[in-house]
């Protein structure tokens, strides 16, 4: 597997991915730079903080995802000279100087707060809080929320699947041609991972992120062969490779054998068992047959048994099916009915544990409603509805300015849930004495306000709902964890990238001492995010000075 | 703008996206690759088709795209050696001689037959033809599904939209920060302006891609003035840059005039009016106001008019302001019962025409009720919708073996809707006297099958559905239109690559001449895809000698 860099580049320096350049971002953000630089803004010191307003799929959680490439970016972020030709021309009233002082900036005088990636999190939380001069600030706007919004989306939806399926199923990630071009690709088949998947069929993100790829064969490849002519030489080695033998005169017998054991051969479909020969011939040590192009009980699964007993008899395991249309409950049960038998007949035990890959449209729903019919399946390859999010394409995630000159700002509006926090906010997780977290905390930064009191175990905490006066409680928290850290400082401070794979353990450690009520696919009950009373009576009393009051005559 | 690049690259050189590479695929297409290598089949003769079965969106029309992109992504095929050594380690099993084989190939052994990019195109009909040694052949499905897939589907939801906005309205794509990351968001650019869109947020698709760009600012902008005082000092040119005067006092003026003429002043926020203010004075030309930071009517609008007065006796235009909130429909009247007052007082039409841009999760759905409810919005904007095609976020679109060794193939399904229809296509689309296609006709393709009769100006051709026996009619065609050409054969053919702009006015072309009943959003009227007699007639004994009869016992 490649390693993964562990030594991060200069600052300015290009990224692998072409489309890290300061240009990725909306016209307006641009405009804005130059009306602040005009205007000699563009130095004022403010802070912008990422969040949702609501949590994804009618869910009351959600993963953060995407802090790294947000950091690759970063490190990328320079406008080259023909990123400010072209500016020139979108611009053709602006001043030389702003050009000039485009050409000088990077991501040198930012500094970037953020929740860990893998982060359970929760509406009005800053994922991602970025610092600096107003004008750089407000440009990275937009990629921060590309990036982070659809890794954070496919994290949750893959996390929730895997809820949804359990513990013990193996999830497959299926769905890099449903993507949005190449990159959608790209990060569903990483954050797929990081969410609760196990391997990706996406052969270049097994590659560039060092996360397990599967894949066996299609349906164009049991078409592609015509009948058994075309397989009678083959041969195959014996898994301890002390003999190769011919295979198709193995399979034939093993046919017959079967056949005496009340497998019926009459419909199975030869051009179909062809194939499975010469697949099961180049990977013997994972034969994994697709089993529904003609009929999956009478052709695919009977033509599988012929040759999974003659890779056994060399050695090899019996492999597995895959489903792929269908009554996915039905047809699992019933293969597994017929492994279970032929299991007693033989003798092997192993033989009813046979693998079933089922895949075909499959979505968090078509899992749970798997789970209430009864199957038998031990393997779900997820595609079309893990990529595309369906049930809510986009996580509608905001980037809004919280402090400017270090003064705090709100965006005012009549609803107040659409009202953003002021100030700068760190969060706090409190647990309770079984270690199960209670609620989260928001409370002003330090960094600006010294006097802010920070949870500590032990001490009582009252903690409010920051727009719903009535909702309050006391915390007397037994663990209380920080969520947001400092990982960029002129540049990136984290010394070490993560495998997917640790992040992925990350989550689920996470999920295991979560209420499972939070996390439950239907009507799941909110978690508590809270601010403490100071920062509830600041935004508030904000609130009350700053949003105009209708006159009516 | 940056000038497109007209002349082709060498076979194997890199593309400037770094995921074009042959890796960018699902693993069981290179471990069918293995299989078919193992067995001797990978130089078998093959052709394989890409098309979609069912219209997005409940329609009855699609817009072919992607093809631009799918040549870049072959010009780029070559294992690296990287590449190579990670498939090793996939494919511990695999032998030597099939990784020299993987070292040697690129796409100079495939010949590629599509339809021109921005072609209306219908189900079943091949859109890309690959044909070549089965197993590079095979290989590319993955990645083609995943470029013209997404591309085909945002240019035919922008399509949509066009048609719903109508011809004289200006669409600008917002969707950067809810695309799948940055590539989804500069196919989403470069597609939805293909599809009918003016104009694109993203700066860096509109630098590459040469496709028009527009911004004005964001509310965070409005939010990070507090007062007048910081505007107090702005100088401002006149258009013909006869004098440079103080902005503040003359905007100040023209408020005050404004008042006599019956625009309340006193809901009217200043610290929106002081970004207003900065605004006009960096982008005079390009003046476009947030309006609904604090209030719509009684501070935005009210706001604007200020500048703008301000800006016209300067001699630059009114500008436009910009909706993002509430009822649409409501406010735009509103505003242009003002502005057609204004006019009226004022003697200058001009007024009247402040162009009203609107956004706020608009969709086709929105559009059309707009239109319903009556509004005097010029421009929308449209992001979350359009990017991630949120009715149907996937087009579904399949890549099937439809020859093998000049013999066709089939997939058999029981439902015959789901069967692919054999053997390598041409599309004819036949037009009536007043030049309106009347059908499309699939008939086999002359390569390989030189009795095809094809269809010709005059003559009467009987065209069948391809799956309804009763369904058939004849047709004398008075043009006669072929979709298919040979575009790669070895290498790119193409002599040049149209600019996104040029494939717009093509596809507004077809749209004009198509039945509207056809393109219409409510219960459109399917377009007849047929075939002619002897494909009808060759497709069905096939499907009957091959799909096996089940027995009941």
């Not at 409950?329 to 038998?341: N, V």
Request: neutral net charge; glycine residues 6%; proline residues 5%.
């Amino acid at each position: 597997m490649t390693e993964l860099k562990l030594i991060f580049p200069e600052l300015g320096s290009p990224s692998s991915n072409y489309l890290h350049t300061p240009l990725l971002t909306d016209t307006y953000e641009l405009t804005m730079m130059y009306a602040y630089w005009k205007r000699g803004m563009h130095e004022k010191k403010s802070a912008f903080e990422a969040f949702f307003r609501k949590c994804p799929f009618k869910g009351e959680y959600a993963v953060f995802a995407g802090l790294d490439t947000v950091l690759q970016f970063l490190n990328a972020f320079r406008f080259s000279e023909s990123d400010i030709a072209y500016l020139r021309k979108v611009m053709p009233l602006a001043e030389d100087a702003f050009f000039d002082y485009l050409s000088q900036i990077d991501a040198s005088c930012l500094k970037v707060t953020a929740m860990k990636e893998g982060t359970l999190c929760y509406p009005q939380e800053p994922l991602i809080r970025i610092e600096g001069p107003l004008a750089v600030a407000q440009v990275v706007e937009t990629p921060i929320l590309t990036i982070i919004g659809y890794a954070t989306l496919v994290c949750t939806n893959a996390r929730r699947m895997r809820q949804a399926a359990g513990p013990d199923k193996t999830l497959m990630e299926f769905g890099l041609r449903r993507a949005q071009g190449p990159d959608g690709g790209m990060s569903a088949s990483i954050y797929a991972v990081m969410g609760g998947f196990d391997t990706t069929s996406n052969t270049l993100a097994g590659k560039e992120f060092d996360i397990p790829v599967s894949g066996t064969h299609a349906h164009s490849f049991v078409m592609s062969f015509k009948n058994l002519d075309e397989v009678k030489s083959l041969k195959i080695r014996s898994k301890d490779g002390s003999k190769t033998v011919d295979f198709f005169p193995l399979v034939m017998e093993k046919r017959e054998m079967l056949k005496k054991h009340g497998i019926s051969q009459d419909s199975a479909n030869e051009s179909e068992l062809a194939a499975f020969i010469s697949y099961a011939s180049s990977f013997p040590n994972s034969f994994c047959a697709l089993v529904d192009t003609y009929d999956t009980l009478r052709s695919g699964v009977v033509n599988f048994l012929s040759v999974a007993f003659a890779l056994k008899s060399l050695g090899w395991e019996y492999g597995s099916i895959r489903l792929d249309s269908g009554d996915l409950a039905y047809l699992s049960r019933t293969a597994r009915a017929t492994f279970a038998r032929l299991a007693k007949e033989f003798e092997d035990p192993s033989i009813e544990r046979i693998q079933i890959v089922a895949s075909n449209d499959l979505n968090e729903d078509t899992l749970i409603s798997l789970n209430l019919q009864g199957h038998e399946i031990n393997v779900f390859g997820i595609g079309t509805n893990l990529t595309t999010c369906q049930k809510q394409p986009s996580l509608g995630d905001v980037y809004k300015l919280v402090e400017i000159s270090d003064e705090p700002r709100m965006k005012l509006s009549n609803d107040i849930g659409k009202t953003t926090i002021p100030s700068k906010k760190i969060v706090y997780r409190l647990y309770s004495e079984t270690g199960t977290p209670i609620l989260d905390l928001m409370v002003r930064d330090l960094d600006g306000h010294p006097d802010q009191v920070i949870p500590k175990v032990g001490q009582r905490i009252l903690c409010r709902h920051p727009f719903e006066e009535t909702k309050r409680c006391f915390v007397v928290p037994h663990r209380v964890e920080q969520l947001n850290s400092v990982v960029w400082e002129g540049k990136q401070l984290l010394h070490e990238r993560r495998k997917a794979s640790e992040i992925k353990g990350f989550v689920e450690e996470q999920c295991k001492i979560a209420r499972p009520d939070t996390l439950r696919s239907m009507n799941p009950t909110p978690y508590k995010v809270s601010l403490d009373d100071k920062l509830y009576q600041f935004m508030h009393q904000l609130y009350q000075d700053n949003l105009p009051i209708a006159e009516f005559k």
